[in-house]
């Protein structure tokens, strides 16, 4: 077992071989990524449902942060994922945790009942955005920063295995937000930047987003990052890359039958390999108007 002072070592080293800043100057001190095995703050809330789990933060300036992990299929969904991280001492067996799950014990409301930040509907189908709080008013997303539509480079440094050149040009298919793959630097000037890592995490996740916003809702630039666990299955990959670059995005989760999406929130739902219309009507109407 890697301990986290080995991740971030390991993390850090990677940086320095890429020749990368360690966060952009924007991330205040602190404010850099939280990786996914990176220590879960006192006071953080937790929502496990079929899909994975969901760890969000409340900062006392009316930010905050979410924490996304997409349980692997066939497996025990995010209560899997939560006995994981607490097995290696992530997260606190005292943590709030709320879930969809039958034997866990209810300690805080779900995400739609008051806890902050908050999935709201979107009301196209079942698609979702998230919100500072259960107003659903201000919505965390990115900021405009003087272009038509927010400009969003994910920097990919991951092996040809992920597909994440490929997601992105499917993402950048909607219209109010746009996406753009890059190996290279973060270009600046206002446009903002998601990093994309992979490694050989844990066994029980496939994919994991972290995002940090302040209280006008929008991300702070340095903290959004994408996670890819190379201990994936087989054929799973697609789905698991668009499924996170759609949370980076500002997307909740989808579980709609009538318009599957790879933002389905059950891990035993399905392996979509795209967004649905609801989901691109959520980013150009909703999110991003
Ligand atoms: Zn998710």
């Known amino acids: 077992m890697r301990t986290v002072s ?3 070592a390991v993390v850090t080293a990677a940086i320095v071989s890429a020749g990368l800043a360690a966060a952009p100057a924007t991330a205040a001190p602190g404010q850099g990524p939280r990786g996914p095995h990176d220590p879960i703050p006192a006071g953080a809330k937790a929502h496990i449902d079929d899909d994975g789990l969901t760890i969000v933060t409340s900062s006392g300036d009316g930010g905050g942060s ?5 349980a692997r299929p066939g497996g025990a969904g995010g209560l899997g994922v939560l006995r994981s991280l607490q097995a290696k001492g992530i997260v606190s067996n005292s943590l709030s945790v709320t879930s969809e799950s039958a034997g866990v014990t209810a300690g805080a409301a779900p995400p739609s009942g008051g806890m902050n930040p908050t999935e709201c509907g979107s009301g196209y189908g079942v698609a979702k955005f998230w919100a500072t709080s259960s107003s659903c008013v201000t919505k965390v997303r990115w900021a405009w920063n003087g272009f038509a539509d927010p400009q969003i480079y994910f920097r990919d440094h991951t092996p040809s295995a ?6 992105v040009t499917t993402w950048n298919q909607a219209i109010g937000v746009d996406s753009y793959w890059t190996g290279g630097s973060c270009p600046g000037g206002g446009r903002h930047c998601v990093e994309v890592w992979n490694a050989w995490y844990d066994t029980d996740w496939l994919g994991y987003t972290y995002v940090q916003y302040g209280s006008n809702g929008y991300f702070i630039d340095g903290t959004v990052a994408v996670f890819l666990n190379d201990n994936n299955l087989e054929g799973y990959n697609r789905m698991t890359t668009c499924h996170e670059l759609g949370h980076a995005l500002g997307l909740g989760h989808n579980s709609s039958y009538s318009s599957p999406s790879c933002l389905w929130d059950s891990a035993s739902g399905g392996n979509y390999q795209t967004p649905s219309p609801n989901d691109f009507s959520t980013l150009r109407v909703v999110i991003y108007p």
């Open 6 to 8: 080995t991740i971030a």
């Open 66 to 70: 979410i924490a996304f992990y997409r």
């Open 162 to 167: 992920w597909p994440v050149k490929a997601a």
